[in-house]
């Protein structure tokens, strides 16, 4: 909201936050602009500018503020298997994240880029599948890279079994 100091101002105000400008009509020295532009996590820049009328004159003021990171957590999942099966792990990263995903085994890291068409409900999954694992525990861990809007994100590890094989029947 934006209000203007005074008595019985009409007509609009037009409000600019970086690049997107709307017009807010004024209502008892009120103007209210909804931006739904999804701003992403930095500094922006918000310009009000009043065009006058018969009893005012016109008047054009700028400030700033700042949209904060999200800090998000990912959640890394799996299943203990039975050698020689593969152990699959998926990753889920908010719906809106970008960047990359690496997962850590056997000291080895694997690194995934986000894809932007890949998505369930609210999250979006990264599936990580690694054959070839003898039977024993696997630390597993994953880290987010971070992007305009999100926070790096360092997983703790988890702990994930592939298990040997019972009988050779």
Do not use: R
Request: negative net charge; charged residues 15%; without cysteine.
């Amino acid at each position: 909201n934006l209000t203007i100091a005074g008595l019985n101002h009409t007509g609009s105000v037009n409000i600019t936050i970086d690049d997107v400008t709307l017009e807010a009509t004024i209502d008892g020295d009120v103007a209210t602009a909804t931006f739904n532009n999804g701003f992403n996590a930095t500094q922006h820049t918000v310009t009000a500018s009043y065009f006058g009328d018969v009893n005012y004159d016109n008047k054009t003021e700028s400030t700033s503020f700042s949209i904060a990171k999200l800090s998000e957590e990912i959640i890394v999942e799996s299943a203990n298997v039975t050698y020689p099966e593969s152990l699959v792990v998926n990753v889920t990263v908010p719906v809106n994240a970008t960047g990359n995903v690496t997962v850590t085994v056997t000291g080895m890291n694997y690194n995934q880029t986000i894809k932007q068409n890949i998505s369930i409900g609210d999250n979006k999954k990264l599936t990580f599948t690694f054959g070839g694992l003898g039977a024993d525990n696997y630390t597993i861990s994953a880290n987010y890279s971070g992007d305009l809007n999100y926070t790096e994100y360092i997983n703790n590890s988890e702990v994930f079994e592939v298990g040997q094989l019972s009988d050779y029947t």
